[in-house]
């Protein structure tokens, strides 16, 4: 429960240059001021701030974003980003209070589904955040290494081209891709001013971006410079077919001067099974989004199933209540119904759980392993967990 000395509303503009310090304090980094990367995407309307008296020591927000959901579908969804609380106000409420602001304000009128990128593994299932919706997998592979004899490699020309030449071309192509790959976001104007800033601050001590674009597809990637090998730091690879992805792998191992590639991406990247011998690809795997299902009834029939199922979940979820209680899901061709019922369960779980189930990331019979989901019928929580299930991986490629 939070402090009753504490209150919270919606940012004005002068809350801004404190609102930026709060964050830099609770990140452990500068304040960019006017300068930051985030006041471009930040949704005033839908920030928030938390004081104690007259000092700011919180601040969340929510962005309007769509995520494509299995089926191909676009559902809407609240980004919820720049959750903070200035150090020495932690274990107050805070954090709690900004939740339950954002979440009990979406309820009914808002998006049915919200998701973040959690800093820290431990705070957000306790607001009902489902851990592993999607994951990310960090590669890192030499370059050199051959495909094995089933992967043609074409002669389409790749280009090397300027930021400016770049961005146009790799919008539309991003346009067309993310509604196909679940877990993938709809992008605003500035978003691409965001994921792919390039001050120096941003660098990181690489290399400015270097943008290469195939006719299906394009690469982003930075370099770290070394007097023996440099590295390749990719940010992006997104391709409208099998064949540019190929072409754009095989682009990146054949660079001169390259001794390694490193990049974060689906933990179902191909490319593991493309080269010739896999286990030179290193591969380390961590959690990426988190989906908080707001409302049941509203979410669940926003996604196609793979299988036709017919189960009582009893959902228990004390951050919001409106969801607790029996709920009977029914699939048919792909689509759900869901409605409020009296009879007995046949599944009971947390509404984190579910969340965690919702893109088809986490399977609820390996939560019912891990004693989150309990089984009252034989057979429903398999039945669930193929239903959910999606022909690939979801993932999440931006922070937001």
């Known amino acids: 429960m939070a402090d009753p000395a504490l209150s919270i509303r919606t940012i004005t503009d002068s809350d801004l240059p404190e609102f930026q310090r709060v964050m830099a304090w609770a990140f452990l980094s500068d304040t960019m001021g006017e300068d930051s990367k985030w006041l471009k995407v930040l949704e ?3 920030a928030h701030v938390v004081l104690d008296g007259d000092e700011l020591i919180g601040t969340a927000a929510m962005l309007t974003r769509e995520i494509t959901v299995p089926g191909g579908w676009q559902a809407p969804a609240a ?45 957000y299932r306790r607001y009902g955040y489902g851990e592993y919706a ?9 370059t050199r290494m051959a495909f094995h004899s089933g992967v043609h490699v074409s002669d389409a020309r790749i280009r090397q081209v300027s930021r400016e030449e770049a961005l146009p071309v790799m919008r539309e192509i991003h346009e067309r891709v993310r509604t196909t790959r679940v877990g993938w976001l709809s992008r605003v104007e500035h978003t691409w001013d965001v994921q792919l800033a390039d001050r120096e601050i941003d660098r990181g001590g690489l290399s400015s971006y270097r943008y290469c ?42 660079m001169d001067l390259a001794g390694e590639i490193s990049f974060y991406t ?32 509203r979410a669940l029939p926003l996604r196609h199933y793979s299988s036709d199922v017919d189960s009582v979940l009893e959902v228990e979820d004390s951050f919001c209540p409106w969801n607790s209680g029996r709920w009977r899901l ?43 989901v309990v089984e009252h019928t034989p057979g429903h929580v398999d039945a669930l967990s193929m239903a959910f299930l999606g022909a690939r991986e979801p993932h999440c490629p931006e922070v937001f």
Not at 79 to 106: C, E
Not at 239 to 252: G, H, I, N, P, V
């Open 44 to 46: 005033k309307d839908r």
């Open 79 to 123: 980004a919820v980003t720049v959750v903070s609380v200035k150090p020495g106000h932690r274990r107050r409420g805070v954090a709690s209070l900004m939740m339950k602001t954002q979440l009990h304000g979406l309820h009914d009128t808002g998006e049915p589904i919200a998701m973040l990128w959690a800093s820290e593994g431990g705070i």
């Open 134 to 142: 999607t994951s990310i997998a960090m590669l890192k592979m030499p």
């Open 213 to 254: 674009l195939h006719p299906e597809g394009y690469v982003v990637f930075r370099v770290k410079a070394d007097s023996g090998s440099s590295e390749l730091h990719v940010r992006e690879l997104v391709c409208e077919t099998e064949q540019a992805y190929a072409d754009l792998y095989r682009f990146l191992l054949d």
């Open 266 to 297: 689906a933990w179902d990247d191909p490319i593991l099974h493309m080269v010739d011998n896999p286990r030179m690809v290193r591969r380390e795997a961590g959690d990426a989004l988190w989906m908080r299902i707001v409302d049941i009834d």
């Open 330 to 372: 029914t699939v048919k061709n792909g689509e759900a119904a869901v409605t409020r019922t009296e009879d007995p369960a046949d599944v009971s779980l947390d509404i984190a759980s579910l969340g965690s189930a919702f893109l088809g990331g986490a399977r609820l019979s390996v939560l019912k392993r891990a004693h989150r």
